[in-house]
């Protein structure tokens, strides 16, 4: 199989340099443009990052000597050069929207982190494991932009990656009624490392913008059906959420209560996560973990130093499983927010969209 020719926009941000890393050995896609804001570009990628290289493992030889592009000036020669491109940028919300609507008209795929897009009703937002029906609605979103080729697939907020997962298994077989959740997330998830925040050392922050609003609204997307070409979205469960930074440099952790309309028993819980499988490991994906969902018997696990890198950063963890006096149950659940949460859960989208044919020309 031919390698399909791919590129990173953001790709010097924090995101960036992890599909940067993602792709330098992919099986099936071969990162060959780079591009980034005007003050970026026209650099090697090397001198673009400087200092800046934020993740545990080293640049890809192979990225170093790559000029970067300019995101928004380059966008016609970066179409024309490549077969899709991911998309990872710190802009205004209104800006990101018309690029990437435009790198699509382009007749360019685009898999997004970014949250601009995600409640656009025709655009996918797709946790492989859990909704991969939803890329159905593409065909009406390639009519809505004129192309044959070209549309726009996202993924979800980070925070909701560690718990939903743990909850999809359960929801409509024991009816989930009601969900109370507090994240406790990483400072690498604000694009940040102790270096450039230094206040985050020994500090908790009680606020994260926006975060409180996307943990508890875009599972109902995720949880929706393709209907005439849109994603309606699901009415439930209720899910109230109190999002926390703290301290760590990787891994947004969940701490999470449920209630259900027929209460299942821990036997059937545990039963569910150890089987659950969905589209990704069925195919086989590249960047599938081969056990999505893990439980820890241990009281002291998941911890975010020891098992945030399970499966690639791809798994999810789960751990605590016990009954509440309030909820029926309650548990902790851990998942790497740059892999799992954003690069590597795109990548793993790009290898469903690419087995899928929708990139197909
Ligand atoms: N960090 C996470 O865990 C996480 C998780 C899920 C989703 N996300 C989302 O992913 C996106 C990127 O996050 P991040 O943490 O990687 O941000 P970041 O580290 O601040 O990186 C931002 C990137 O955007 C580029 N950029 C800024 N202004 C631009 C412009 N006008 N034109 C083109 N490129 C421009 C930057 O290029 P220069 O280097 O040239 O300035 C850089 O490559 C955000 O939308 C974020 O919400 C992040």
């Known amino acids: 199989m031919n390698k399909l020719k791919v590129g990173v926009i953001g790709g010097t941000g924090m995101v960036g340099q992890r599909f940067v890393s993602l792709l330098a050995e992919h099986p099936w896609f071969e990162l060959t443009v780079i591009a980034a804001s005007a003050r970026s570009a026209g650099k090697t990628y090397a001198d673009a990052i400087g200092s800046r290289w934020a993740i545990d493992v080293p640049m ?20 024309q050069e490549v077969d899709f491109v991911f998309s990872a940028v710190d802009m205004k919300k209104e800006e990101i929207v018309a690029f990437e609507e435009a790198y699509a008209r382009l007749e360019c795929p685009v898999v997004s982190n970014n949250s601009a ?12 494991e ?21 549309f726009i697939a996202v993924k979800s907020n980070c925070s909701l990656q560690s718990y ?10 024991f009816g989930l009624e009601k969900v109370l959740v507090c994240t406790y997330q990483a400072i690498s998830g604000a694009g940040k490392t102790f270096e450039s925040w230094p206040e985050m050392v020994d500090n908790v922050i009680p606020y994260i913008g ?3 609003e ?25 899910i109230t959420a109190q999002c926390l930074r703290v301290p760590c440099s990787n891994g947004h952790m969940a701490a999470v ?3 259900f309309a027929k209460k299942p028993s821990k036997e059937e819980i545990l039963e569910r996560w150890a089987s659950f499988q969905g589209r990704p490991q069925e195919l086989s994906l590249p960047s599938a973990p081969k056990q999505f969902l893990q439980y820890f018997t241990e009281d002291n696990r998941p911890q975010t130093k020891l098992d945030r890198m399970r499966e690639g950063g791809m798994g999810v963890n789960i751990g605590r499983l016990r009954e509440d006096t309030q909820y029926d149950y309650k548990f902790v659940c851990l998942s790497h927010n740059t892999l799992r949460g954003a690069a590597g859960g795109a990548v793993l989208l790009a290898e469903l969209l690419c087995a899928e044919g929708w990139f197909d020309r």
């Open 210 to 212: 926006g975060e409180e």
């Open 214 to 238: 996307k943990s508890e609204q875009e599972p109902m997307k995720l949880w929706g059906r393709v209907e005439n070409g849109v994603i309606v979205n699901a009415e439930g469960p209720s």
């Open 130 to 150: 859990l909704n991969p029906e939803h890329l159905d609605v593409i065909p009406a979103q390639r009519k809505r932009l004129g192309t044959k080729r070209g």
């Open 164 to 173: 939903v997962p743990a909850l999809h298994p359960l929801k409509d077989e």
């Open 117 to 128: 897009h995600r409640w656009t009703p025709d655009v996918p937002m797709v946790v492989p």
């Open 60 to 79: 890809p030889e192979k990225a170093k000597s790559i000029v970067v592009k300019d995101a928004v000036a380059d966008m016609a020669a970066i179409a």
């Open 257 to 259: 209560f449920a209630s």
